[in-house]
């Protein structure tokens, strides 16, 4: 088998990531809302969310992937790939191309205006295999979304592909 999985990889791997904070305003969930073609007031409006349950307007339920997404893009042009991936995001592999592989998502606790949510993320699994292509490497990520409450809000696993 290749080793494209190099010493200097394994032990990226086993590092540990910094959290990330992020404070949750009505103006991104507005954003992402219509980004999804969602309509529901009660991602709009605050006297709708609050007559529905909630302390203020709630994201619909995937929003955590913009907190995700924002992590990992707020860094200098210089440092992201070309296909707009930070660089820093996974370990050094020796290959020349990357897709994405499967995703699983757990949802816990909704994500309302106000919420400061805790991302954490580490490195879940990371193995070579030779497919028909030749040899590829698969890391699998986990990131968990915790609000400030400690709930969980989700988890996500996402397995990138590099060949």
């Known amino acids: 088998m290749s080793e494209l999985i190099t010493d200097e990889a394994r032990s990226w791997a086993e590092s540990t990531f910094e959290p990330f904070h992020y404070v949750v305003d009505r103006t991104s969930i507005a954003r992402y809302a219509h980004a999804i ?54 370990p050094p592999v020796e290959t020349t191309r990357a897709m994405a592989g499967e995703t699983s998502i757990e949802l816990g606790a909704p994500v309302v205006a106000g919420d400061e949510i805790v991302l954490h993320k580490r490195i879940a699994d990371m193995y070579e295999k030779v497919g028909r292509s030749g040899p590829m490497v698969f890391v699998t990520m986990e990131f968990t979304f915790k609000n400030q409450r400690d709930e969980l809000v989700a988890r996500e696993q996402f397995t990138r592909i590099y060949r």
């Open 37 to 90: 073609s969602e309509d529901d007031p009660i991602h709009f409006d605050p006297e709708v969310a609050r007559a529905a349950g909630f302390d203020d307007v709630v994201a619909p339920p995937l929003f955590p992937y913009v907190i995700r997404m924002h992590a990992a893009h707020l860094v200098p042009r210089a440092e992201l790939e070309p296909d707009g991936s930070f660089a820093g995001d996974v």
